[in-house]
């Protein structure tokens, strides 16, 4: 319950038959004044990007597209990018061949 001292918090819900129903297990005390305010909605892509690990020099690898939450990247993968990343530059460096 949100109590009459939380006063300048946002608290999200939608227009359920023409009624505001707000979201989680949020409950107001009756009779309290409330400001309601519309937000744009959360545009969806037109085409859903393939997924891909971004490796960027010094940097966490990260996935970029994709659904959010499908690829899972373990301290193992991890480690993996990162000696691949390693083994790649030394190559650069000593000449070597592929």
């Given at each position: 319950m949100v109590g009459s001292d939380n006063y300048g918090i946002n608290i999200l819900g939608k227009v359920e038959n023409g009624v505001v129903v707000?979201?989680?297990?949020i409950t107001l005390p009756e009779g309290m004044r409330v400001?309601?305010?519309?937000?744009?909605p959360i545009p969806l892509?037109?085409?859903q990007m393939a997924p891909e690990v971004i490796i960027e020099p010094g940097k966490l690898p990260w996935i970029r597209g994709g659904i959010p939450g499908t690829w899972k990247l373990s301290g193992e993968i991890i480690a993996?990018?990162?000696t691949d990343e390693v083994v790649e530059m030394m190559k650069a460096v000593w000449n070597?061949?592929?």
């Open positions: 707000l979201e989680g297990k400001a309601v305010s519309p937000i744009p892509a037109t085409q993996q990018i990162l070597a061949p592929s």
